[in-house]
C-alpha cells in the first residue's frame, strides 16, 4: 500500500471518530454542563479562538448560501501569518506551496496559491467586490494583502444570482473592518518579531487601528484608520536533479540520468505596507453612506546562488554506477563529452598552444537577484437606502493595480582546461540525497571565469471600473411563502496592460561550448577568469567564494562550494552591472566571441509571445461586461415538516473583449530561389511575396459572448440544531488575460530541398486566442449541519460539478491574404471544448469540550477531510508557444493542482486567560505541472503535512502576549519527475521553521 493511501485510510478513519465524538459530546453537554435551575446565571463575554469560531459558524449557519468562514473577533487574530496560510484550514481548501506551477525550484514564503475544490478557478473579492492584481491579471496574489487588516475571510463555494461571476471553484471574500461593525471607540495595535531558523534573521512588523463613531447634528459619523507594516524573511535550500533523459550505455542497454544535478540556497526578504480607511454616515436611520478605501504595496527581493553538474546525460558511463527501475540512483560520475562527440573517457581536446584534454564533470554556478514592486489599490463609494417596503443600494469601485518585475542572473564555470577533473559521488534514491564534488580544491578564484548573464523586465498595469445598483422589495407578511424579491445590474471597465520582455540570455566571455577560438591558424581563448583584473579593474571584487553554509540545517552534508557573482554585482542594478562586464563582452573575435550580453530597456514593441515567454511585448486588453440579476426568496414555517427557507433567482452576463493584434508573417528565404528551373520558383517566389512586411500590425481582435447562470438555494430546518441545504447553480470562469494574447506567428514549411513546400504541414502556426469563451460548470451541493453548541458543529456536504468548455491546445484553420497571396494555415491555439466532472465529499468538526471538569474543559478540536475525484477535463499548456508544454499538456495526467485527499485536525486550548492551537494540515501527492520550467516534464509534489502553533497570555484584560510557530517540525518539500511507472524523486527542499513573538493590545 502506498504511503499517500495509507495516509488516506488515517484521515477517513480519524474523520469518523472525530463524528463519532462529536455525536457523543453534545449529549454529555446537556447533562454534565447543563447548570441547576438555582444556579445564578453570569454572563460570559467569549474572546479569542472561542469567539472567532463562534462568529464563523454563524455565518455559516445563517447564510442563505454554502459557505465557510474564517474570523478574527480579536485585532490581526487571524489563525495563521498569513491570508493564504489561514485560508487552508478551510475544508477543501489547499495550498499550492511554490511561487508559480512551473517554478517547482521555489517555494513560496507565504502559502502559495489558493485552490478550491482541487480547482484553481477562484475568485478574489474584498467586501463582496471584485478585486485583482496586475501581476495576475484575474485574480489575487493574497501574499500582497496584510492578515491584519482583515476582520474575516469567506469561501463561497456555490453562489446565489446576487453574487458577482466568476468562480467555479469558489469565490474567496476578505473582509476589512468597519467603524459602525463597533459599539464604542476602538484603538489597537499588534507588533511582533518573527524568526527564522535557516534564516537566522529576525524581522519586525506591525499595525494599528483607530475606530470611532459619534453622533452629530448630521446624523451618525464613524471613522476607522488601519495600517500595517509587515517585514518577512525566508531561507529554502534545495537539491535537484532535473527530468532523467535516456542513456545508451556502452552495451547497447538503456538507462535513465539526470540531465542536471544541482543545488541551491534562496533568501527572499520582503516589506509590505498597508492602509485601510472607512468613513461611514448615517444621516437619517434609513440612510448609510460608506466609504471604503485601500492600498497595499508589497517589495520582495530575493537572491538566490546555485552550483550545479551540467550534462550529466552525456557523462560517459562508468563501472558501478547504481540503477532502481533503469534511473540513475547513485554511484560515482566522472569523464566528459559534448553531445555528438562521442564519449572520450580521456576528456574534449582542445586545440591550439593551450590545447589539452577537457576532462571531469561540467561544474557551474549562478547568482540570481530578484526584485517585484507590487502595488493594489481599491477605493469604494456604497450608498444603503431603506424607504418602506424597499431596500436600494448601489455601488462605485475603482481598482488599480501595478506589477514591477526584475530578474537578473549572472552565471560562472569551473574551467576544465589545466584544473584537475572533477568527479561527483551521488545518492539520490532515498529519503536524504548526497551529492560530493570532489578531485581538486574548489576554492581558487583562478580556476573560474565569467560564463553568461541573463535578465528580464515586466511593467504590468491593470485598473477596473465597477457600478451596481440593487433593490429589495419585501413582502408583508401576509404573504407566506414569498420573503422578498431582489433584482440588481452592474457594469465593469477593465483594461490589463502587460509589458514584458522575453529572458535576455547571452555569454560573457566564454562557456563549454565555445571555449578556443581558431583564426588562420592561431587559438585564442576568450575565458576570463574571476581573478583577472586586466579587462575591468573593479570586476574581480565582485566574485565571492561561496561554501552553502549550514545546507539543509547540517542534515545534509554540502555537495561543493563555488565561486560565484557576488550579491553586490547582482542587486544594483542591470546597468551597473553592465559597466564591469561590457569590457569584457565587447571585446571583438577572436579575442573575444564578438557578441555578448547587454541589458534590456523597455522598448516593448522589440518584444513578442515565444516559447520563454507567452506574454513577451506590450499588450492591452479592453474588458467590458454587464450583468443583471433576479432574485427571489422564499420561505415557510409550517407548511411542511420542517420549516423552510432559500432563493432561486437568475443572472444574466454579457462580456465583450477588445485588443489589437499582431501578425508575425513567416520569415523569407534569404536568396534566390535555389530550384533548377523557373517553373519549380513558383511555390517559393508565393511565399516571398506573401512574407514582404514582416508583421501585419493592429489587427482588431475580441469577441462577445453571454451566459445565463440560473441558481437555486433551498434550506430545511430539521430541528433548532440541524439543518440541511441544497444547493444547485451554473458558474462561470472567464479566460486568463494570457491565454487571449493576440498574437500570431506563421510559418511556411519548404522540405530540405527549399523550394518545394512540405506536403504534410505546409502552412503552420501557433497563437493566442482572444476569442476564448469562459469555462462553465454546472454544480450542485448537498449538505447536512447540526450546531449544537456556540462553537460546536458538525457538517458535511456533497458535491459534484460538471465542467464544460475546459480550455486546451488544438489546431484550427485561419486564412490571411497579403500582398495578393492568400494562405490557409493550420493554426495551434488555445481552444475550448473538453468536458469533466469534478465529485467528492467534505466533512468538519468543532468543538470546546465544556462538560469536562475543572481546567480540561478549556479543551478542544477543529477538524476537516476532503476527499475530490475527477473524470475527464484538460491540463492548459502556460505557454502556447512552446510546444513541449502544449504536448505535455495533452498527456493522459490528472488535473494540476488537484490532491484526492487533503484534511486539518488542531488542538485548542482556551481557558483563564491562555489561547493555544496546535494545527497540523496534511494534503495528498497532486500534480503540480505538466511541463515545468527548463524541465518540460510532468512534476508531482509528494505528500505533504505541516505543523503550526500557537499559544497567547492575557497580560491584562487589554494585552495579550503570545508565540506562533510555522512548521515547526521542519517538514521537507519532495517533488516527483516524469509519469507512468517512472516517477524518481528530483527535488528535496528544506524551508524556515519560523517563530514570531506577538503583543497585541486593544482599547
Known sequence: MSQGKRVSKFALSLGVSVIALGVSAPALAQTAGQPD???????????????????????????????????????????????????????????????????????AAEGGGVFIRGLSWVRSETNGRDIFSARNGRGLSFEDISADLLAGV???????????????????????????????????????????????????????????????????????????????????????????????????????HPKYLGWRDGRWEQERTAVALALQWSPTADLTLTFQGFHSEADPTNIERVAGIQDATTLCPSAGLEYQNGVLVGGT?????????????????????????????TYDGNTRYGEDHKTTSDYALRLEYSAGSWDFSGDVQYVESTADILSFTVGTQRSM???????????????????????????RASDYYWGFAMDHIEANEADSLSWRGDATYHFDASNEWIRNISFGYRATDK?????????????????????????????HYPAVYLDDSSPSAGLPGHAEYYGFNDFFRGDIAVPGGFWLPSASLVSQGTQYAHGLLSPITSRPWPQGQGWGWAPLVPDWDNFSPNPDNPSGGVTRQDEETQAAYAMLRFGHDTALPWAIDGNVGVRFVRTETATEGRVQLPV??????????????????????????????????????????????IRAHLSPEVQLRFAASRAMVRPDFNQMQPYTDLRINFTGDGFTLDPVAPFTGVAGNPNLRPIIADQFDLSLEWYFAPQGSLTG??????????????????????????????????????????????????????FLPGWLNGFGVQANYTYIDSDGGANTAVNIFDPDQVDAASLALPLEGMSPSSYNIAALYERHGVSARLAWNWREQYLLTTSAANIEAPVWAEDYGQLDGSIFFDVTENVKLGVQGTNLTQERTILRVGYGDRMPRYSWVDTDRRVAVVLRARF
Open 797 to 850: 456536504v456533497v458535491f459534484y460539478k460538471k465542467v464544460q468548455d475546459y480550455i486546451y491546445s488544438g489546431v484550427s484553420q485561419q486564412t490571411y491574404t497579403n500582398n495578393g497571396v492568400t494562405y490557409t494555415f493550420d493554426v495551434t491555439q488555445q481552444q475550448n471544448g473538453e468536458e469533466g466532472t469534478v465529485r467528492g465529499f467534505e466533512i468538519a468538526y468543532q468543538q470546546f469540550f465544556d
Open 333 to 361: 560520475l566522472t569523464g566528459y563529452h559534448e553531445g555528438g562527440w562521442g564519449c572520450w573517457p580521456t576528456g574534449n581536446v582542445v586545440g591550439g598552444p593551450q590545447g589539452g584534454t577537457m576532462e571531469g564533470i
Open 154 to 256: 469567506d469561501v463561497y463555494k456555490n453562489p446565489a444570482a446576487n453574487q458577482i461571476e466568476g468562480g467555479v471553484g469558489g469565490t474567496v471574500n476578505l473582509r476589512t473592518r468597519l467603524p459602525f461593525d463597533q459599539a464604542d471607540r476602538l484603538l489597537a495595535f499588534t507588533t511582533d518579531y518573527n524568526y527564522g531558523d535557516m534564516m537566522e534573521e529576525g524581522y519586525w512588523s506591525g499595525s494599528a487601528i483607530f475606530s470611532d463613531r459619534w453622533m452629530t447634528g448630521a446624523g451618525e459619523i464613524g471613522l476607522l484608520a488601519n495600517i500595517s507594516y509587515s517585514s518577512v524573511g525566508n531561507r529554502t535550500n534545495s537539491i535537484t536533479t532535473d527530468r532523467f533523459d535516456p542513456v545508451e550505455q556502452l552495451d547497447g542497454s538503456t538507462v535513465f
Open 417 to 443: 582546461l589545466g584544473t584537475a577533473p572533477l568527479s561527483a559521488m551521488i545518492d539520490i534514491g532515498g529519503g536524504v540525497p548526497r551529492i560530493n564534488v570532489t578531485g581538486d580544491d574548489l576554492n
Open 668 to 713: 523569407p528565404s534569404a536568396g534566390a530561389c535555389p530550384a533548377p528551373t523557373p517553373e519549380q520558383c513558383a511555390a517559393f517566389n508565393a511565399a516571398q511575396q506573401f512574407s514582404q512586411g514582416g508583421v501585419l500590425d493592429a489587427v482588431p481582435a475580441g469577441g462577445d459572448y453571454s451566459n445565463i447562470l440560473p441558481s437555486l438555494n
Open 495 to 523: 483594461t490589463y496592460i502587460t509589458r514584458q520582455s522575453n529572458w535576455n540570455w547571452s555569454i560573457l566571455s566564454a562557456q563549454y561550448w565555445g571555449f578556443a577560438n581558431e583564426d588562420g591558424g592561431v587559438w
Open 37 to 107: 435551575q438555582a444556579t445564578e446565571v453570569e454572563e460570559v463575554v467569549i474572546t479569542g479562538i472561542r469567539a472567532s469560531l463562534q462568529s464563523a459558524q454563524e455565518i455559516k449557519r445563517n447564510s442563505e448560501v454554502i459557505v465557510d468562514s474564517i474570523t478574527a473577533v480579536d485585532i490581526g487574530a487571524l489563525p495563521d501569518r498569513s491570508v493564504s496560510e489561514a485560508l487552508q484550514r478551510i475544508s477543501g481548501v489547499t495550498l499550492q506551496r511554490t511561487n508559480e506551477a512551473r517554478d517547482p525550484a521555489r517555494l
